[in-house]
């Protein structure tokens, strides 16, 4: 499937060189935008793959739009800038920035910074999906022992035939552990 790039600057000549650069090299170009404004609301309504920002912007910089999809968004950015803006590059180290072209930008250039910020973006996402998957293990372990030592108390067995005990409510009642313990806490925990 094709990685859906939105392309923002404010210059129309230079938006539609990077936009055909893009679709040459098997990228589309969901939508163009001239301003920071526009930016966002394309941005948060289409929430596409990457997106290509110019700085200098009419109605809002492209570092203010950018910080602001940045709170909704995990998407990448990839900022624009021209050798007289030098010093906002160094406020260009958001989250979501993950570089900066210099123009003016040649499909030498921009290619291989689009497919390095879309791959930093993959593995940023399958990241933040091991933390949710662990944290959610976690969760659920917690609420499996808390159960445990419920029914350890209220029946007055060991560790294991409490643990045993679940597991057979659980197979026999073919629900998760969890359902058989959160469901135990819910009857017993006072
Ligand atoms: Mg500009």
Redesign the pocket.
């Known amino acids: 499937m094709k990685k859906r790039v939105l392309v923002v600057?404010?210059?129309s000549i230079t938006r539609m060189d990077i936009a055909m650069m893009l679709e040459d090299n098997g990228y589309e170009v969901i939508a163009q935008a001239s301003n920071g404004e526009v930016a966002l609301e394309k941005a948060f309504s289409l929430n596409p793959d990457l997106i290509i920002m110019?700085?200098?912007?009419p109605k809002l910089n492209g570092l203010k739009a950018s910080e602001i999809i940045s709170k909704k968004l995990h998407t990448p950015i990839l900022i624009l800038t021209a050798y007289s803006q030098r010093e906002y590059i160094d406020k260009a180290k958001q989250a979501n920035i993950l570089g900066y072209l210099v123009k003016p930008i040649t499909e030498a250039s921009l290619i291989p910074a689009v497919e390095i910020a879309l791959k930093q973006a993959e593995n940023a996402n399958s990241y933040r999906e091991q933390v949710q998957n662990i944290n959610k293990q976690l969760q659920e372990r917690k609420v499996v022992e808390k159960a445990k030592g419920i029914i350890m108390k209220k029946f007055n067995v060991h560790e294991d035939d409490a643990f045993k005990k679940m597991r057979k409510i659980s197979m026999n009642k073919q629900v998760t552990l969890e359902k058989v313990a959160k469901h135990i806490i819910l009857k017993y925990d006072v």
């Open positions: 600057e404010d210059e110019d700085i200098k912007m």
